[in-house]
C-alpha cells in the first residue's frame, strides 16, 4: 500500500495549526523524523503522524505547546483538525 504524504500546508489543515506553526515544529524537532519524507520539498507521512499523535494522547510522548493541545485532554477533538 502507497503511503499517504502530506505537504505542509495539508498537514497543518488537518493538526489545526498554520502551516508556519508545522515549519517550527519540525526545525525545532517537534515532529519526529519518521514522519518527514525529504522529496522535492517536505513531505509528512500521515501514518506516522497519526503513530506521533497516538504516543501524545498515551503520554509516551510530549504535547507540543503551540496553542493546540494534540493530547485529546481538551474535549472537541484534540485540536487536529479533523472533520
Given at each position: 500500500m502507497e503511503k499517504r504524504?502530506?505537504?505542509t500546508e495539508e498537514l497543518a489543515h488537518?493538526?489545526?495549526v498554520s502551516p508556519k506553526?508545522?515549519?517550527n515544529w519540525r526545525?525545532?524537532?517537534k515532529i519526529p523524523e519518521d514522519a518527514i519524507v525529504p522529496l522535492a520539498g517536505v513531505?509528512?507521512?500521515k501514518e506516522a503522524i497519526d503513530e506521533w499523535i497516538r504516543s501524545i494522547k498515551e503520554g509516551k510522548a510530549k504535547p507540543?505547546?503551540?496553542g493546540v493541545d494534540l493530547s485529546g485532554s481538551s474535549g472537541g477533538g484534540?485540536?487536529?483538525g479533523r472533520p
Open positions: 504524504l502530506l505537504t488537518y493538526l489545526g506553526t508545522v515549519r526545525s525545532l524537532g513531505r509528512y507521512d507540543v505547546k503551540v484534540g485540536g487536529y
